[in-house]
């Protein structure tokens, strides 16, 4: 198991690095010491995690608001028009 604190260098190593100690914890062979190590890194990890989904999250949103817009369907004689 990776016992690093450095900062993960993205959401996906931060993930595949929680996953590792979550797949180790429940194997059931850490120590009390390693186990509540694990805990914290994995509690950081999902702090991590939460806080890149979140941002990525908001610019969606900031790119919804200024690109969405109402979309007309031209209608001609009761009929959906492919082209206006």
Known sequence: MTRSSAAP???EAALAELEEIVATMEGGQLPLTD???AYKRGAVLLQFC????KDA???VEVLEKGM???FDTPVRDGVVADEP
């Open 9 to 11: 260098a993205s959401f």
């Open 50 to 53: 939460q806080t890149a989904l």
């Open 68 to 70: 969405l817009k109402a």
């Open 35 to 37: 186990s509540l190590a």
């Open 57 to 59: 999250e908001q610019q």
